[in-house]
């Protein structure tokens, strides 16, 4: 065995080589798949392969006209936009509900943490298509958080803001679009913040009340500044799932809140066009890796700050 392949099979090289070779083989390799397929030309139920030998003659035919009829038709362009706008929406609420109560838990009593933790890991003990079916009828005309938001009047109030489509209607709505998903992916957000508040010196508040800083201004200035690699993971957890989302918008959204999840669906077994299916794919996976190398970027530039 030569010297690199003995410094590949070390303690090192495999801590290193296992996570390469598991993204090389359930992501990469897919990726590269999907988009073939995306380049292929389509026949009938089947597609044509893009690399062909003809009397020995290695031909490469690649079609991108999916590429461009994306670009082209405004469908996919709003449909793209409504995707990373309730991704967007969802994130936001999930921070703003998941801050307050993943702090909470960072400063409660050792002994209470494990309970409360447990509490965020709850949901996951039961179906997520249960609990998504659940919504659905909490939010119907009859349902009892239906009837409480019409007996304070907050239906009138969304009505008016656009986030329902009339007094009452409740469902099939972005309202219930976005509840939906923030409810489902809010543990997503608070188990990241917990784990970088936990951790967290509290000497630099008492530092920063010594100094004379009020709780608020230390909270600001000390706090959400050390934080900001949770918010961040927090908000990667939940905002790429979201993109890409489907079994919600089809349960709770309606016509007006199409998202990217529900056209691949569409394209891949209404239309039976997989060229097209992919190619939406593809864009997909290449707007969600924008954000990834933000945050990969940000851990970098933190991990070098701290040498």
Same mark, same amino acid.
């Given at each position: ?27 990469? #390799? ?20 893009? #690399? ?21 038709? &405004?469908?996919?362009?709003? +449909? ?9 929406? +969802?994130?936001?609420? =999930? ?10 838990? %960072? ?7 494990? %309970?409360?933790?447990?509490? !965020?890991?709850?949901?996951?003990? +039961? ?17 009892? !958080?239906?009837?409480?938001?019409? &007996? ?12 329902? %489509?009339? @007094?009452?209607?409740? #469902?099939?709505? /972005? ?8 409810? +489902?992916?809010? /543990? ?36 959400? @500044? ?15 799932? =979201? ?11 309606? @016509? ?20 097209? &299916? ?12 924008? @954000? ?16």
């Amino acid at each position: 065995m030569t010297k690199a392949l003995r410094r590949l099979f070390s303690g090192r090289g495999a801590v290193v080589g296992l996570p390469y070779a598991f993204l090389l083989l359930f992501f990469l #390799l897919p990726f590269f798949i999907v988009f073939k397929i995306s380049v292929s030309e389509m026949e009938a139920v089947t597609f044509k392969d893009v #690399l062909t030998l003809k009397e020995g003659v290695l031909q490469l035919t690649v079609k991108f006209g999916n590429y461009v009829f994306i670009t082209q038709d &405004a469908l996919y362009f709003k +449909t793209y936009l409504a995707s990373l706008k309730y991704a967007a929406a +969802t994130t936001l609420l =999930c921070l703003a509900i998941g801050y307050p109560f993943a702090y909470f838990m %960072a400063r409660a009593r050792a002994t209470v943490q494990p %309970a409360l933790l447990m509490l !965020v890991m709850l949901p996951f003990w +039961t179906s997520f298509l249960l609990r998504v079916y659940a919504w659905r009828g909490l939010l119907a005309e009859d349902g009892w !958080v239906a009837e409480a938001l019409i &007996a304070i009047g907050a239906d009138q109030a969304m009505a008016a803001l656009g986030l329902i %489509a009339a @007094p009452g209607k409740l #469902l099939h709505s /972005p309202f219930s679009l976005v509840l939906g998903m923030t409810y +489902t992916y809010l /543990p997503f957000m608070v188990l990241p913040l917990y784990g970088n508040l936990a951790k967290m010196d509290l000497r630099l508040l008492e530092a920063a009340a010594d100094l004379g800083a009020t709780p608020w201004v230390a909270f600001w200035k000390v706090t959400v @500044p050390l934080s900001k690699a949770g918010i961040i993971a927090g908000s990667m957890l939940v905002f790429i799932p =979201c993109v890409g989302e489907f079994v919600i918008p089809e349960l709770l959204g309606g @016509p007006e809140t199409l998202m990217i999840g529900r056209v691949i669906w569409d394209e891949f077994f209404s239309n039976n066009d997989w060229p097209m &299916a992919s190619t939406v794919a593809v864009v997909m996976i290449l707007l969600i890796i924008v @954000p990834l190398a933000v945050f990969n970027k940000y851990q970098a530039e933190a991990q070098e700050a701290r040498r």
